[in-house]
C-alpha cells in the first residue's frame, strides 16, 4: 500500500468535503498557509497517483497542487 499526502491551493472554501468524494481519498480537510486543504491518498501502486491529481486537478477551482509520497525506510 502507498499512501500519499496531496496540498491543494484553491479559494473554494468547501473544497476539502469535495475531494472527499474522490475515490483512495482516506481524509480532506481544510488548513491555513500557502495551500488551502490537504487530501491523504491510500493506493496500490505509486503509478495510481497520476490518475488521482489529474481528477483533483480538474475540480473547477483548483489552482495548482503538490504531492509528496510517504516513504518507509
Known amino acids: 500500500m502507498v499512501r500519499a499526502i496531496i496540498l491543494v491551493k484553491s479559494p ?5 468535503a ?3 468524494k474522490i475515490n483512495c481519498v482516506s481524509e480532506s ?3 491555513s498557509g500557502q495551500f488551502d486543504a490537504v487530501v491523504v ?4 501502486e505509486l503509478s495510481e497517483i497520476k490518475d488521482i491529481t489529474t ?3 480538474r ?3 483548483v489552482e ?6 510517504e516513504v518507509n525506510t
Do not use: Y
Not at 473554494?12 to 476539502?16: M, T
Not at 491518498?41 to 496500490?44: A, D, E, F, Q, T
Open 12 to 16: 473554494k472554501k468547501l473544497i476539502a
Open 18 to 20: 469535495r475531494l472527499r
Open 29 to 31: 480537510f481544510p488548513v
Open 41 to 44: 491518498i491510500k493506493i496500490n
Open 55 to 57: 481528477e483533483i486537478q
Open 59 to 61: 475540480i473547477s477551482g
Open 64 to 69: 495548482r497542487t503538490e504531492t509528496m509520497v
